[in-house]
């Protein structure tokens, strides 16, 4: 069974740097083909993705954030963080992360395995 | 980067009925990478269908997928009480990953 549960701050003030981390069970970062995601939703938004990171530590980031957005990966602790600087109030969403695994090893590569959320509220 | 249009924006409809929810991409869509999720509030998003038409693990047989190119269609045969939420679309075939605003399901 694929569980994934974010935990970080609440609550960031503006210019400051976000860390989250995404902690998982139920499958290994280590397992080919196996990446985990973070996307985010303002409140009454629609989702953007932002950064990838797979079982081979390659990444992806959306390159409307990729100057600020650094994603990593603990495989000995099943976490991925997700890092991201100079926050506004404007980053204020709900963050997810997300599991995939890439057809090409069995999967589906879509997000099919979603956390519950955290919220993140940018202000002074 | 590949924008997602879905409509309509809301959708008002009675149990029982027949939905139709459309999204068109801005450039052609591999249909290999074309998903729909549903939302509830306070709720993660939930996968229903993945390379536009299959259904993802445990989806009720009411909920299809279809299209191809630019135009993918959600359909879901018989609204159930639960069914009501917000659905979105994403496609996941070229980078950056992106999802459309959402189409609202409500009761009428």
């Known amino acids: 069974q694929i569980t994934l549960k974010e935990s970080g701050p609440t609550l960031v003030k503006p210019t400051q740097t976000l860390t989250l981390t995404c902690t998982f069970s139920g499958f290994s970062l280590s397992t080919s083909g196996v990446g985990v995601g973070w996307i985010r939703q303002p409140p009454g938004k629609a989702l953007e993705w932002l950064a990838v990171i797979y079982w081979n530590d390659n990444k992806q980031y959306s390159p409307s954030l990729k100057t600020r957005v650094t994603i990593t990966k603990d495989t000995s602790k099943n976490q991925v963080v997700l890092t991201m600087t100079n926050m506004d109030p404007v980053d204020t969403a709900t963050y997810y992360c997300?599991?995939?695994?890439?057809?090409?090893?069995?999967?589906?590569?879509?997000?099919?395995?979603w956390g519950q959320g955290n919220l993140v509220t940018v202000s002074s | 980067e590949i924008v997602l249009t879905q409509s309509p924006g809301t959708l008002s409809l009675s149990p029982g009925e027949r939905a139709t929810l459309s999204c068109r991409a801005s450039?052609?869509?591999?249909?290999?990478?074309l998903a729909w999720y549903q939302q509830k509030p306070g709720q993660a998003p939930r996968l229903l269908i993945y390379g536009a038409s299959n259904r993802a693990t445990g989806i009720p047989d009411r909920f299809s997928g279809s299209g191809s190119g630019t135009d993918f269609t959600l359909t879901i045969s018989r609204l159930e009480p639960e069914d009501f939420a917000v659905y979105y679309c994403?496609?996941?075939?070229?980078?950056?990953?992106?999802f459309g605003q959402g189409t609202k399901v409500e009761i009428k």
């Open positions: 997300a599991h995939r695994r890439s057809s090409v090893y069995g999967g589906n590569s879509v997000f099919d395995f």
């Open positions: 450039q052609s869509v591999s249909s290999t990478y």
């Open positions: 994403h496609q996941y075939g070229n980078s950056p990953w992106t």
